[in-house]
């Protein structure tokens, strides 16, 4: 196992995914994928709707273990581990594998509590160490200066930008590798739509983000890699500004321009 | 799956028509200033000048549209190559009309004046231009890769051209002070025409990148 990990740290993927093969009881959902994701940049994934984008985010936490019916064939290794592997302990590898959702999702509970809830569960208790987590959570995802002078508010009190951040904030405060996100911005306005974009921007100097978007400006505006998927199969992976400029297959050139979906 | 985008389709449309279009202009441009300096024809060179703000508004029209496709549309890949390419070609095509009216204004310094001697290597210089301009328009048209190479392959021979026109003229005004300006003159067409067939060759090349997506520097 170690020297695994030493031969993804040597060529900076962090995550391999090999001959990756998902069926959702008879259904074909990702076929034979193969991809190697850098580490400490942004990878977007993006397609139309039922491409199998998303299915492959989840897999790269084992959320899709929850789903009935559910087969898993092929590798997926996050820093030289195999992730499906029966001695794999879920919980830390969703510590390591943070994931942030569509629509926000805060605890009701206060500004403070929902950051300060993942580190209690890992067992900090002490507060000084609780504060610290929470400031720089905050701060690392571009919140502190707006929260900062009342962290007992309600999360719910924030505008939806705002909660999303606060969820990449609560995410950040287990310290995770990899921060998966699943169509962040589709329910924000367009400028918290953007200090989400400028936030992913900061963050990938200290996580590896991997963000499944419909917004292909989006992708082209956030991402270092894009991957192009089509009824379950990695059609084109490539550098985003190859990907959008010079596309190495019609049917990513018919999507990304828009002739096709 | 459907098609989409059949608006956008129609306007990226519209912009290949308009730069095909000023491309017949600057071609009877070209045409009409080579006509207007064998047949001494002074009313024929001052067309050419006059309908040269025509042909500059007609890159005005296509930058414009090009620019509106950008900001309204975001395009990417080949859509916006197509666009990028057109704001390139139009720039050449409206040096290439400048360069018609030069040659027109030479006819009007000329003034009627016999020439030295019955033009040769000219025409048979400005046939080439005429036939390279002919064809990167009709390989833009058809984005015809193969073609806008052969096509720019033609340039070796004006360059071969004109280095020859430069020779003679500077020859003959060695020996006949007399003829100095009218050879400097010739000198100048000689040189005008070789910068159209330059011209010609960037249009190629845009032809390539619009196509491949990589820049060849056909100019070699």
Redesign the interface.
């Known amino acids: 196992m170690s020297e695994n990990k030493k031969d993804t740290k040597a060529d900076n993927n962090i995550v391999k995914i090999a001959d990756l093969n998902l069926y959702y009881t008879e259904f074909h959902a990702l076929k034979s994928v193969n991809m190697e994701i850098k580490e400490k940049s942004v990878t977007a994934f993006i397609g139309p709707s039922g491409c199998g984008k998303s299915t492959l985010l989840r897999t790269l936490n084992r959320m899709n273990d929850m789903i009935k019916g559910v087969r898993i064939k092929g590798l997926i290794e996050i820093d030289g581990t195999d992730i499906y592997d029966p001695n794999v302990n879920v919980e830390l590898l969703r510590k390591k594998v943070g994931m942030v959702f569509q629509q926000p999702n805060p605890f009701p509970k206060s500004i403070y509590d929902n950051i300060a809830y993942g580190p209690r569960i890992h067992g900090i208790t002490k507060k000084q160490e609780l504060d610290d987590i929470v400031e720089r959570s905050l701060k690392g995802a571009a919140l502190w200066n707006e929260v900062k002078g009342d962290l007992k508010k309600s999360a719910y009190g924030l505008s939806g930008g705002q909660q999303q951040r606060l969820c990449i904030a609560r995410a950040l405060a287990v310290n995770p590798e990899v921060l998966l996100m699943d169509e962040p911005t589709s329910a924000l306005d367009p400028i918290s739509t953007l200090k989400v974009e400028e936030l992913i921007q900061e963050l990938k100097n200290n996580y590896t983000i991997i963000i499944v978007t419909h917004n292909?400006?989006q992708a082209?505006r956030v991402s270092n890699d894009t991957a192009f998927f089509l009824n379950g199969e990695v059609v084109e992976f490539n550098e985003t500004v190859k990907l959008?400029?010079?596309?190495r297959d019609q049917r990513t050139?018919d999507y990304?321009?828009?002739?096709?979906? | 799956?459907?098609?989409?985008?059949q608006q956008?389709d129609a306007s990226l449309k519209e912009l290949k028509d308009a730069l095909i279009l000023m491309g017949k202009h600057v071609q009877k441009a070209i045409a009409d200033s080579v006509e207007a300096l064998s047949s001494n024809n002074l009313e024929l060179a001052s067309e050419v000048i006059r309908k040269d703000p025509e042909i500059n508004a007609e890159e005005e029209k296509i930058i414009e549209l090009g620019t509106n496709l950008i900001a309204l549309q975001?395009?990417?890949?080949?859509?916006?190559?197509r666009i990028l390419v057109s704001f390139r070609m139009a720039s050449d095509l409206e040096r290439m009309a400048d360069l018609a009216v030069d040659i027109a204004k030479v006819v009007q310094r000329l003034n009627g004046e016999t020439l030295m001697k019955p033009l040769v290597d000219i025409p048979k210089m400005s046939e080439i231009v005429q036939q390279m301009t002919e064809e990167s328009l009709q390989s833009y048209k058809d984005e015809n890769v193969d073609q806008a190479y052969k096509m720019a392959k033609m340039d070796d021979e004006v360059d071969q051209l004109h280095g020859r026109i430069l020779q003679e003229m500077f020859a003959m005004m060695a020996q006949n002070p007399n003829l100095i300006n009218q050879a400097q003159m010739l000198c100048f067409v000689s040189r005008y025409l070789e910068r159209m067939a330059d011209h010609a060759t960037n249009i190629g090349e845009n032809v390539v990148y619009l196509a491949m997506?990589?820049r060849p520097d056909l100019n070699q």
């Open positions: 292909m400006q082209a959008f400029s010079t596309p050139e990304i321009s828009g002739r096709f979906g | 799956m459907t098609y989409h985008r956008f975001q395009p990417v890949a080949k859509d916006l190559r997506g990589s």
